[in-house]
T-cell receptor, first 113, second 117 residues
C-alpha cells in the first residue's frame, strides 16, 4: 500500500514555462514533506520542504504548496530550465516517527529548449 | 560532493554470495538511513541507525543486516543474494532536529549499484 503517490511518471514542459509536479498521500499523520531531484548516476538532492502546519514554502524558482484537506502537495518550478530535467521525488515523514522518509516513485521532468 | 560517501560504486556478484556496502555519513550527522531503489520503483526504506543504535526498520529482508560503528560509518550486509536483489542502494544521513530536516532534508550518497548475476 503506497502512502505517497506520484501518479504521473513523466512530464514534458517548454523552457520558460511553469512545471507542476504533483504528489498525493494517504497518511494524515505526516508532519513534513520534502522534494528531491535526482539525476542519473547520482543520489537524490534535497530541493525544498514544507511543514504540515504551512500551506506554502518558496525558495527561488521552487514553490511547494500543501493542501491538507485533499492530502495533496505540488511543486511548482518557474521558469523551467533545461537543467531542471531530472526525476523528482516527493517524500513524507510521519509525525513522531524515528525519522525515516517515505518516497513516491518519482516523476521524470523533461524541459525542452 | 554531498559529503556522504558510499563504496563501492558498482558491484557485480553471483547469486548466493554475500556483499558488504559501506557508507560514511556527512561530518556531524548521527543518523544513517539505507534505501533500496529497484527498477521503476521509488526509494524503499530499509533501516535507520542513530549514533550506533538501530532506530527503525522498514522493508528489510532477513537476509540483509546493517550496523553503525563508533566512528558513525555504516555497513549494509546482503547475503544469499538473489537476482531480485539487483538494485541501487543509497545511504543518507541527516542533522538531528526539525530545523535540520526543514533546511537540509536528508543528504544522500551517490549510491552503490549492485548487479546479481
Amino acid at each position: 500500500d503506497q502512502q505517497v503517490k506520484q501518479n504521473s511518471p513523466s512530464l514534458s514542459v517548454q523552457e520558460g514555462r511553469i512545471s507542476i509536479l504533483n504528489c498525493d498521500y494517504t497518511n494524515s499523520m505526516f508532519d513534513y514533506f520534502l522534494w528531491y531531484k535526482k539525476y542519473p548516476a547520482e543520489g537524490p538532492t534535497f530541493l525544498i520542504s514544507i511543514s504540515s502546519i504551512k500551506d506554502k514554502n518558496e525558495d527561488g524558482r521552487f514553490t511547494v504548496f500543501l493542501n491538507k484537506s485533499a492530502k495533496h502537495l505540488s511543486l511548482h518550478i518557474v521558469p523551467s530550465q533545461p537543467g531542471d530535467s531530472a526525476v523528482y521525488f516527493c517524500a513524507a515523514r510521519g509525525w513522531g516517527s524515528q525519522g525515516n522518509l517515505i518516497f513516491g516513485k518519482g516523476t521524470k521532468l523533461s524541459v525542452k529548449p | 560532493d554531498s559529503g556522504v560517501t558510499q563504496t563501492p560504486k558498482h558491484l557485480i556478484t553471483a547469486t548466493g554470495q554475500r556483499v558488504t556496502l559501506r557508507c560514511s555519513p556527512r561530518s556531524g550527522d548521527l543518523s544513517v538511513y539505507w534505501y533500496q531503489q529497484s527498477l521503476d520503483q521509488g526509494l524503499q526504506f530499509l533501516i535507520q541507525y542513530y549514533n550506533g543504535e538501530e532506530r527503525a526498520k522498514g522493508n528489510i529482508l532477513e537476509r540483509f543486516s546493517a550496523q553503525q560503528f563508533p566512528d558513525l560509518h555504516s555497513e549494509l550486509n546482503l547475503s544469499s543474494l538473489e537476482l531480485g536483489d539487483s538494485a541501487l542502494y543509497f545511504c543518507a544521513s541527516s542533522v538531528a532536529g526539525r530545523e535540520g530536516l526543514a533546511n537540509y532534508g536528508y543528504t544522500f550518497g551517490s549510491g552503490t549499484r549492485l548487479t546479481v548475476v
